[in-house]
């Protein structure tokens, strides 16, 4: 693709006008030229301009064209008033038997239906406009509608293929870049709903590319620009995420917003800057986005367990159909294994196997990952290795350094359950260089304390200070709230991690660790 110049064409066409006024075609290019260089407030003026110039001459073919994308402009800016008068108004204009004509306006009416919640009637209206449809733009918008509607839908395979057809005339440099804008962020923020990342990664870098041969862009201002920040957090350029993400804060409109501050939060807790995080996450709850499984992570990371579960609760119960239900299921393993709730973590784990199910890589290792998790937890490390090798490998293949080096983490703790001291060293030197490479503080710090305290989960630790007192089990469990069976369990994980046979012994290790 030929690099494209819109500074130059803005800049040409505007003294041309102020000159003399321009013929209707050259306002329709001025129109493009505004919108790509963010001058949002001047389309809808020179649109109306080359309606009036061309119905004036005569020319109803181009007047309705320039109405449909006028309405497509102000329904886009969140207009709809506006665009249902000019829709209202051209469609009264168009020649009976004129099928071009009659397909956009059907597709303006589609995609109104669509924006209010009604893909029913949406989608046909959609495909009529894609049969009706004789150029590019217009194919390309039919059939991203068709895909959005078959998403609504839940018939997510059949709404992929819709995009992807819709995308052959994007990357084939045949559309508008109005349309290319809409079009990317659309497959992309599908592709990301529907964990596709691999597919959502080459899409990113293909936004990228024609982003750059758009001289003078502004940058597309949809919720693309947060994947892009998540797409490059997963490939492990953490940095670059970060100033994406603060891109997106600066340019996404009120209540779109919230989705970038969440993402800004997650790079900012990662990488142990917790006070940013916190300002970040509240940031993203006043705009309306949902802040879990991100606030609990940080709450747990802060030793308030309590407050992160019942986030984490509260998130699940409330949406059971949420996009992000199997990020929320894999934080309630972790939580879980790190409280010694082995009953909840499996039940978790249990449905997150359910979503691996489908032909996605990133769902297959989270859910082996959460699998292997909850086996090493449950002192069933040889039952833990294939899972986690398998998630290992799969985050490989999807180039996420940041989930392969925590899936290292366990194969380490599994190998040294199993006897195999080296293996479980080279494992944990090996996430040790990952996250100091990544410049992930947070998980440096929990390795080190996790070698400290020879492995004990949070409520192992608080088990073990308690034993330490030397008050039995019945008063443990009367402290914590803990049945007498579940506190004998903990007891039991205790001597197995620290290698002990006795009370004695564990309370020798804690004090000598400095623990109590």
Excluded at 175 to 190: F, K, R, S, T
Excluded at 282 to 295: C, D, F, K, T, Y
Excluded at 391 to 397: F, P, R, S, T, Y
Excluded at 461 to 474: D, K, M, S, W, Y
Aim: net charge negative; aromatic share 6%.
């Amino acid at each position: 693709m030929e690099q494209y110049d819109w500074p130059a064409e803005y800049a040409e066409l505007t003294a041309a006008d102020q000159r003399s006024p321009l013929p209707p075609a050259d306002l329709d290019r001025l129109a493009v030229a505004a919108f790509v260089l963010g001058h949002d407030d001047e389309v809808a003026g020179y649109r109306e301009r080359a309606f009036d110039d061309h119905l004036a001459r005569g020319d109803v073919d181009r007047a309705v064209r320039s109405a449909f994308w006028l309405g497509f402009h102000l329904q886009n800016r969140g207009e709809f008033a506006r665009a249902a008068g000019w829709r209202a108004r051209v469609g009264r204009m168009i020649p009976a038997g004129n099928n071009e004509l009659t397909g956009l306006f059907l597709q303006a009416d589609a995609a109104t239906r669509m924006m209010t919640g009604d893909p029913v009637t949406a989608l046909p209206r959609f495909e009529q406009a894609r049969e009706l449809a004789d150029e590019p733009s217009a194919i390309a918008l039919a059939s991203l509608g068709r895909g959005r509607c078959l998403e609504m839908l839940g018939r997510r395979t059949e709404a992929l293929t819709a995009l992807d057809e819709a995308m052959v005339h994007v990357t084939a440099g045949q559309v508008g870049p109005e349309v290319a804008g809409i079009a990317y962020c659309a497959v992309i923020d599908l592709c990301m709903r529907l964990y596709d990342v691999r597919r959502a990664q080459e899409w990113t870098h293909a936004l990228t590319g024609w982003c750059d041969q758009q001289s003078g862009l502004v940058p597309y201002r949809g919720v693309c620009l947060v994947h892009r920040a998540q797409i490059l957090q997963l490939r492990g350029a953490w940095s670059e995420a970060a100033g994406a993400a603060e891109d997106a804060c600066r340019r996404l409109a009120p209540g779109a917003v919230g989705s970038a501050w969440y993402q800004l939060a997650e790079l900012d807790r990662q990488r142990g800057r917790y006070a940013e995080a916190e300002q970040a996450y509240q940031r993203a709850g006043s705009e309306g986005a949902e802040v879990q499984p991100g606030l609990a992570r940080l709450r747990a990371a802060q030793g308030n367990h309590a407050s992160a579960i019942a986030g984490l609760e509260r998130a699940l119960a409330e949406d059971p159909l949420a996009p992000t239900r199997p990020a929320l299921l894999a934080a309630r393993v972790d939580l879980a294994v790190d409280c010694g709730d082995l009953e909840a973590a499996r039940k978790a784990a249990a449905e997150l196997n359910e979503f691996s199910r489908v032909d996605s890589p990133y769902l297959q290792a989270l859910a082996a990952y959460c699998e292997g998790a909850v086996r090493v937890a449950g002192e069933d490390a040889r039952g833990a290795m294939p899972l986690l090798r398998r998630a290992w490998m799969l985050w490989q293949q999807l180039e996420m350094p940041y989930e392969a080096a925590r899936t290292r983490v366990l194969v380490g703790r599994a190998c040294g359950a199993l006897g195999d001291g080296d293996a479980e060293q080279m494992e944990l030197d090996s996430a040790r260089a990952a996250f100091e490479q990544l410049g992930a503080l947070a998980d440096l710090a929990a390795l080190e304390h996790t070698d400290q305290t020879g492995g004990l989960s949070p409520r192992e630790l608080e088990v073990l200070r308690l034993l330490a007192t030397g008050i039995t089990n019945r008063a443990v469990g009367e402290q914590l709230f803990l049945s007498e069976r579940t506190v004998a369990r903990h007891v039991s994980n205790i001597f197995g991690k620290l290698g002990v046979s006795s009370r004695a012994a564990a309370t020798a290790y804690a004090y000598e660790k400095g623990l109590v």
